[in-house]
DNA sequence: GTCGATGCAAAATGTTTGCAAGACC
DNA sequence: GGTCTTGCAAACATTTTGCATCGAC
């Protein structure tokens, strides 16, 4: 299955129509790696208006299309882990570049086991880097 | 060199007066683990104009007496590592309260690993977990 | 045709700025 | 007294809501 079909498919399983906003907020994600709220209302403008695209926005994220990843104080979307795979993220403190990181399994297990010892049952995580990319270091 | 000296000193080095309303932010963030804006401001309402409350947090955080931290998707105040100690979060998915977890050599090491390996020098780190706590599981 | 989705306008929420008046050293 | 800080008001940015209309199934 493609990840057009997943879409579409995940769009019905939920009893949602299959729109032509909903098509092009799709496309856009399939785009980029990542991208803020900001810059998707701006891709949109024209097409689509703000509150379309901050209701779907909530919709595809109650179904799991997207995930929200905090990058600085704000956050940015990208398509969920169905569409990629689970990882995290490294941000350049200089050019605020940022890059995804493979996940890492000792890394992953730490976490569960700290959790746990808390109590608590974990169900999600998120970690995210920031330091100076190899390119800004080289500028100084 | 107690908190509220190293708080007065931080000030001085930095050219800052100590002025009541500073005062009064700080031992607001004294009595809490973390605090939102909304309720920083809820809190000094009537003594100290939002305005201000904005203006001092982002001095605060320029001269390390504060550090964001990230909870959901929104941010959350709390006072600086030179007033406690290195530390992450676990936040309950269910009734949203959320609990400081000490510091883990293992994990950091494994992070800082991480970040090399991309050729990033890495300076900030931040861990999110979330999940559901102890009490709330007993309430399913 | 029916129900869900959209656009538009307006409100609600969150944050920043300019400027005159006041507080700190 | 001079400079930094504050309050106030207004602007700006971000997100949400109500409602009539439109589009998907």
Known sequence: MTSQELFVKTLSDNHLNL???RRKIFQILSDVESITMQELIKKTKGSIDRASVYRNIVIFEKIRIIDKIK???KYKIELGEMY????????????HQSQPIDENTVL??????????L????SKHQIELSGICQNCQKLD
Chains 1, 2 share one sequence.
């Open 84 to 95: 990629s795979y689970h990882h995290h993220h490294i941000t350049c403190m200089v050019c």
């Open 119 to 122: 109590g608590y049952r974990l």
């Open 19 to 21: 729109t032509k906003s």
């Open 71 to 73: 990058i600085g104080f």
């Open 108 to 117: 992953e297990k730490a976490l569960i086991q700290q959790a746990d010892k």
